[in-house]
T-cell receptor, first 113, second 114 residues
Framework: QKEVEQNSGPLSVPEGAIASLNCTYS??????FFWYRQYSGKSPELIMS????GDKEDGRFTAQLNKASQYVSLLIRDSQPSDSATYLC?????????????FGKGTLLTVNP | EPEVTQTPSHQVTQMGQEVILRCVPI?????FYWYRQILGQKVEFLVS????????KSEIFDDQFSVERPDGSNFTLKIRSTKLEDSAMYFC????????????FGEGSRLTVL
């Protein structure tokens, strides 16, 4: 059974600070890793994907992957109040499955003006 | 920008009734999915669908559930006899290819079973 674990938070940071979100996963065969943002009452929205070890940057967002440690993180630089949302870590692949995303429960981020 | 649309946005039903949730995936996408999220819980995979057949389903997707693509645009989830524990937000999603996990989600259909 694949598991994806995240600190539920809430994580509170001041506007302009760096927010750091972490995720671990249990299935070593997992191949693809994602961060989705979910505003309250809304659907998940993909913000980052990462497939190989190292860092991947996209604007204010940086995803980091360490497959040996089974660890994925998301850094949000210059955090804005509009970044306040729940951030979902999701994992795909492994165990013969290409079709199924396994989500963590999410970390609630609050950015204070 | 293309988007996944879902109807209804909210449905209230009595336990034991049949419910059909509808989705129109993005037009050039080939893979379709249903996920659900019970209030305060994780987003959970239900089923994936490709080339007019189920490609994978979860343990949640038992005989009470079915999916169909009745025409070239709609993708439906049917719950045959709803239970209280089926109350959740149901998200439809679609993707161009399955393995990269880059899903586009609809806004969801909230199902309340009384």
């Amino acid at each position: 059974q694949k598991e994806v674990e995240q600190n539920s938070g809430p994580l509170s940071v001041p506007e302009g600070a760096i927010a750091s979100l972490n995720c671990t996963y249990s299935d070593r065969g997992s191949q693809s890793f994602f961060w989705y943002r979910q505003y309250s009452g809304k659907s998940p929205e993909l913000i980052m994907s990462i497939y190989s070890n190292g860092d991947k940057e996209d604007g204010r967002f940086t995803a980091q992957l360490n497959k040996a440690s089974q660890y994925v993180s998301l850094l949000i630089r210059d955090s804005q109040p509009s970044d306040s949302a729940t951030y979902l870590c999701a994992v795909n692949g492994g165990g013969g499955s290409n079709y199924k995303l396994t989500f963590g429960k999410g970390t609630l981020l609050t950015v204070n003006p | 920008e293309p988007e996944v649309t879902q109807t209804p946005s909210h449905q209230v039903t009595q336990m034991g009734q049949e419910v059909i949730l509808r989705c129109v995936p993005i037009s050039n996408h080939l893979y379709f999915y249903w996920y659900r999220q019970i209030l305060g819980q994780k987003v959970e995979f239900l089923v994936s669908f490709y080339n007019n057949e189920i490609s994978e389903k979860s343990e949640i997707f038992d005989d009470q559930f079915s999916v169909e693509r009745p025409d070239g645009s709609n993708f439906t989830l049917k719950i045959r006899s709803t239970k209280l524990e089926d109350s959740a937000m149901y998200f439809c999603a679609s993707s161009v290819i399955p393995s990269n996990g880059e899903l586009f989600f609809g806004e969801g259909s909230r199902l309340t079973v009384l």
